[in-house]
Nanobody, 122 residues
Framework: QVELVESGGGSVQAGGSLRLSCAAS????????MGWFRQAPGEEREFVAC????????YYADSVKGRFTISRDNAKNTMYLQMNSLKPDDTAVYYC???????????????WGQGTQVTVSS
């Protein structure tokens, strides 16, 4: 099993940057594909990006491609999402997810973190 804890959410102006972190723990923490999802108020949860354990194969949703960068520190079992050029439409609760299935775009997680709020003002 895998436990996930997100951090790094907050408020930022449009065009600004923010970095999210997700720490994984549990016996399978170093074996899983990890990824990010987000859910805006009244909307379905959507895939953002995911990354394989090693080497790092990266996949992004078209809406964030070129602006967001996903990375992973396997020694720390921690995944990051560097978000640049943020837009008001990026406002959502961001969730960390993990699963043993290989990465793809889109991708679905089996284990979930509690979520962290990201708010982008115009």
């Amino acid at each position: 099993q895998v436990e996930l804890v997100e951090s790094g959410g907050g408020s930022v102006q449009a065009g600004g940057s923010l970095r999210l972190s997700c720490a994984a723990s549990g016996r399978a923490a170093s074996l899983v594909t990890m990824g990010w999802f987000r859910q805006a108020p009244g909307e379905e949860r959507e895939f953002v990006a995911c990354i394989s354990t090693r080497p790092g194969s990266l996949y992004y949703a078209d809406s964030v491609k070129g602006r967001f960068t996903i990375s992973r520190d396997n020694a720390k079992n921690t995944m990051y999402l560097q978000m640049n050029s943020l837009k008001p439409d990026d406002t959502a609760v961001y969730y960390c997810g993990a699963a043993l299935r290989p990465p793809s775009a889109p991708w679905e997680a089996r284990y979930w973190g509690q979520g962290t709020q990201v708010t982008v003002s115009s």
